[in-house]
């Protein structure tokens, strides 16, 4: 049985950090909302959607928590997100997420319908050095961010 064929309910979870230069919160949301929203019409999945703006070093984001609570319940056969970075970059609560999918068999679903069951050894190794990545360039952009204020205050 292919992996959509199992699902029948999705969590999607839309999370926007920052304005990209010339790019709104509301837009760049969305764009992915309805990328989301068109992947879930076409399996004729049903949904609830999570959205909000913040970082996604904060494990404590209210609708990340919502999720994760409904999670729990047994409620969804899948998350549905853009990609892994959207739910979380964080180095600890990357496995926390995906120890959650494992132990209750939900699926993860990106943006390029994607999916992911985290029973699959391949597919767990997969999205453990995706969340392995994500923080390293998360990471990265900070160190680049403290270095350029750095500069700024240092020159004339």
Same mark, same amino acid.
């Given at each position: 049985?292919?992996?959509?064929?199992?699902?029948k309910r999705v969590a999607?979870?839309?999370?926007k950090s920052?304005n990209?230069?010339?790019?709104e919160t509301e837009?760049?949301l969305?764009?992915?909302?309805?990328?989301?929203?068109d992947i879930?019409?076409k399996?004729?999945?049903q949904?609830?959607i999570?959205?909000?703006?913040?970082?996604s070093?904060?494990?404590?984001?209210? /609708? =990340?928590?919502?999720?994760?609570?409904? %999670?729990?319940? $047994?409620?969804f056969? #899948?998350v !549905?997100?853009?990609?892994?970075?959207?739910?979380?970059?964080?180095?600890a609560?990357t496995?926390k997420f995906m120890?959650?999918?494992?132990?209750?068999?939900?699926?993860f679903?990106t943006?390029?319908?994607r999916v992911?069951?985290?029973?699959?050894?391949?597919?767990?190794?997969?999205?453990?050095?995706t969340g392995?990545?994500?923080?390293w /360039? =998360?990471?990265?952009i900070?160190?680049q %961010?403290r270095? $350029?204020k750095?500069r #700024?205050? !240092?020159s004339?």
């Amino acid at each position: 049985m292919e992996l959509k064929n199992k699902i029948k309910r999705v969590a999607i979870y839309l999370r926007k950090s920052r304005n990209k230069e010339g790019e709104e919160t509301e837009e760049t949301l969305a764009k992915h909302r309805k990328r989301l929203l068109d992947i879930a019409h076409k399996n004729n999945w049903q949904y609830e959607i999570f959205q909000e703006v913040g970082s996604s070093m904060d494990e404590m984001r209210p /609708e =990340y928590q919502r999720m994760i609570n409904k %999670l729990t319940d $047994g409620i969804f056969d #899948a998350v !549905l997100s853009v990609n892994l970075a959207r739910v979380t970059r964080d180095d600890a609560e990357t496995p926390k997420f995906m120890n959650l999918l494992r132990q209750d068999d939900i699926l993860f679903v990106t943006d390029s319908e994607r999916v992911y069951d985290l029973e699959v050894q391949e597919d767990w190794q997969a999205l453990k050095f995706t969340g392995f990545v994500n923080n390293w /360039e =998360y990471e990265n952009i900070k160190a680049q %961010l403290r270095k $350029g204020k750095t500069r #700024a205050l !240092l020159s004339p």
